[in-house]
C-alpha cells in the first residue's frame, strides 16, 4: 500500500444555496452529512479538533499504511489512515485523508445512537494528528484542501445552530463554506475578533480562540460585570481568551465565574457527581458576553438546562447550569480561559476566516472570528416563561430574587484542581522564569567578578604601600625613586606571601546554586 497520497484536487460542484442542513441530538450534538468514497456519512461539526474521522466502510478508500489514535474528551478514536474522494457542501476532494475507526467501545455514548457515525474537525491544519503524521499536504485536513484548492480566498465557514425545546426558535441549523446563510448576510459586516495565536512552540493546540472585551467580557445575573482573572501570560488585563468549540455540549469557565452565574441562586446546589451547579428549573439567569464593543446575550434556556433529568440531593427536580467551572480541558500551558460550546453557540451565527492559517492558501490575512447575535433579550424571556412557568410569568417573585452577594455560594476546589492550577502557573509562563533563572545567574556572576576584582585591587594596593615605606616606589619614605640595591642577606628582602585570588573565591563563593521549581 502506498505511504503517501498521490496530489489532491478540489472542484465546487452544483450546490441548491449553498448551503448544507445541520442536525441537532437534544441540544447536544450537531452533525451534517459529507460523501466519502460514495458513501454518504452524517458526522458531528467539530470546530474544536482538525481531523476526519469515520465508523463503518468505505468504498474506493485506499490504505496508507500509516494509524493514529485521537483523543477527546468522551474517548479515544484509533485506526488506520486512508484516503478517499470527499464531497462536502458542494466541495469535492479527489484523495482526503481520515481516519478509519473500527472500534469506538471508549466512547462514553453510541455514537450511531446520536445521530452521527463520524466527526469532521473545523479547526486549523496545525492541529490535525493525521497532517502531523505525514508533515505534508498530503495529510491536509479537509477544509485546508478546499482552501488550498479553491480560486476563493475567502477562505471561511459558518455555523449556525438551532435549540430543540424553544417555541420561539426562528432559525434552522445550517453549516456554509466561503458564503453566508441567505438573509444573514450582515454578519460580514461585524466586529472583526483576531484570533489569538498560541505559543509557537504548542501551535498545534491553536484553536479558534478570541478575547472578551476588557472589564466587562462577561455580564452577570445581577447585571454587573463578572471579575475576571486570565491564567494566559499574554492575555491583556481584564480580559479571558475563549476558545469556540462546537464539540462541547456545555461551556467549559473559570470556577469563579461559576459562582458567580449560580451562587446566588436561591436553592443552588453544587453537585460533586456532576461537577456542576443545580438550580431551580423556574430560575431565570441572565447572562451576556461581550466582544469587539457588541453585547452577545445568551438565551435563559441555555444558562440552565432540563435535558439532563438531574435532581437535588432531596430527590427534587433540578435544572443543570451548562457553565460548568473548567476541569477536564484545563489549560495546563494556559493557552485559554474557558471553552465556549454548544450553550453558547446557539445564540451566536458564527463565521470563522481561517485567513493565513491555509497551508498554501492565497489569503494573506491574518484568521479572525465575526459574531452575529441570534438572541432577543425580551422574546427570549417569553420563551421561558412559557416553557419554564408554565406561562405565568414569575420572574419577579421573591423566590427567584439573588441573594446578596456576601451569601454568594462558592463550589470546591479539589485537590487535583489546585495542582493543575500549581502547574499551569509554572508550565506557562516557563520562558518568563527561564529568562528570570538566566538574569539572576548573571547577576550573581557579575557579583562575584566584581568582588573578586575588588579584593586584587585591594591587596594590590596593600602591596603597593608597603613597597612605598621600603622605598621600593616612588613615594617612599626617602620620598625619591631607589633602585634595588643587591643585597649581601637574603633575610632582609624576605616577602610575605598573599593569598591567592582563587583561594579566596572558592571559599567565600564555591557553592552550588540550583534553582527549585
Excluded at 466502510?57 to 474517548?75: E, M
Excluded at 476563493?152 to 453549516?175: A, C, E, H, W
Excluded at 453557540?345 to 458564527?350: C, F, G, S
Aim: proline letters at 6%.
Amino acid at each position: 500500500m502506498p505511504s503517501t497520497f498521490s496530489h489532491t484536487n478540489v472542484a465546487r460542484q452544483s450546490s441548491s444555496n449553498g448551503t448544507i442542513p445541520v442536525g441537532n441530538t437534544q441540544n447536544s450534538f450537531y452533525y451534517s452529512n459529507l460523501t466519502l468514497g460514495g458513501r454518504s456519512i452524517s458526522v458531528m461539526l467539530d470546530t474544536g479538533s482538525s481531523d476526519l474521522w469515520v465508523t463503518g466502510s468505505v468504498p474506493n478508500a485506499q490504505d496508507s499504511g500509516k494509524s493514529v489514535t485521537l483523543s477527546y474528551a468522551v474517548g479515544t478514536a484509533a485506526g488506520d489512515i486512508y484516503t478517499a474522494p470527499l464531497e462536502f457542501d458542494g466541495y469535492s476532494v479527489s484523495n482526503q485523508a481520515f481516519l478509519l475507526v473500527t472500534n469506538t467501545s471508549s466512547f462514553s455514548t453510541n455514537i450511531h445512537s446520536e445521530g452521527y457515525d463520524g466527526l469532521i474537525g473545523l479547526g486549523p491544519n496545525t492541529g490535525s494528528s493525521i497532517y502531523k503524521k505525514y508533515d505534508s499536504s498530503s495529510g491536509n485536513n479537509a477544509l485546508s484542501n478546499i482552501f488550498s484548492q479553491s480560486s476563493s480566498t475567502n477562505n471561511y465557514i459558518t455555523l449556525m445552530l438551532d435549540r430543540k425545546g424553544d417555541p420561539g426558535n426562528q432559525v434552522t441549523g445550517q453549516f456554509t463554506i466561503n458564503e453566508p446563510v441567505p438573509g444573514f448576510q450582515n454578519i460580514t459586516s461585524m466586529p472583526q475578533l483576531g484570533v489569538e495565536k498560541v505559543y509557537e512552540v504548542t501551535d498545534e493546540d491553536q484553536h479558534w480562540q478570541i478575547l472578551t472585551d476588557k472589564n466587562n467580557g462577561i455580564i452577570g445575573p445581577d447585571g454587573q460585570a463578572i471579575p475576571v482573572d486570565s491564567i494566559v501570560p499574554k492575555a491583556p488585563d481584564g480580559q479571558l481568551v475563549a476558545v469556540l468549540d462546537s464539540g462541547f455540549t456545555l461551556p467549559q469557565v473559570p470556577r469563579s465565574m461559576s459562582d458567580a452565574i449560580y451562587g446566588r441562586v436561591q436553592g443552588a446546589e453544587w453537585s460533586t457527581s456532576q461537577q456542576a451547579w443545580l438550580v431551580p428549573c423556574g430560575q431565570l439567569i441572565n447572562l451576556t458576553f461581550t466582544f469587539g464593543g457588541v453585547q452577545y446575550p445568551i438565551h435563559p434556556l441555555d444558562v440552565s438546562s432540563s435535558d439532563f433529568g438531574v435532581t437535588f440531593s432531596n430527590g427534587n427536580p433540578a435544572c443543570l447550569g451548562t457553565f460548568q467551572p473548567i476541569t477536564s480541558a484545563f489549560s495546563l500551558i494556559g493557552e485559554y480561559d474557558m471553552i465556549l460550546g454548544m450553550a453558547f453557540l446557539r445564540n451566536t451565527y458564527t463565521l470563522i476566516n481561517f485567513g493565513n492559517f491555509v497551508p498554501g492558501g492565497k489569503a494573506t490575512n491574518n484568521p479572525y472570528v465575526q459574531l452575529l447575535s441570534l438572541t432577543n433579550t425580551q422574546s427570549a424571556i417569553n420563551d421561558f416563561i412559557q416553557v419554564r412557568q408554565n406561562g405565568q410569568s414569575q420572574i419577579n417573585s421573591p423566590q427567584y430574587a439573588l441573594l446578596p452577594a456576601s451569601q454568594e455560594q462558592h463550589s470546591p476546589e479539589s485537590e487535583k484542581e489546585k495542582k493543575e492550577h500549581y502547574e499551569e502557573e509554572v508550565l506557562s509562563r516557563w520562558p518568563y522564569i527561564l529568562v528570570g533563572c538566566l538574569v539572576f545567574v548573571l547577576l550573581l556572576i557579575g557579583l562575584c567578578v566584581w568582588r573578586c576584582c575588588c579584593r586584587r585591587k585591594t591587596k594590590k594596593t596593600a602591596s603597593k604601600a608597603q613597597a612605598q615605606k621600603g622605598g621600593l616606589l616612588p613615594g617612599g619614605a626617602n620620598g625619591s625613586y631607589a633602585p634595588l640595591q643587591e643585597s649581601q642577606s637574603t633575610a632582609t628582602l624576605v616577602m610575605q606571601p598573599m593569598k591567592s585570588p582563587g583561594y579566596e573565591y572558592e571559599n567565600e563563593y564555591g557553592k552550588d546554586y540550583a534553582k527549585s521549581p
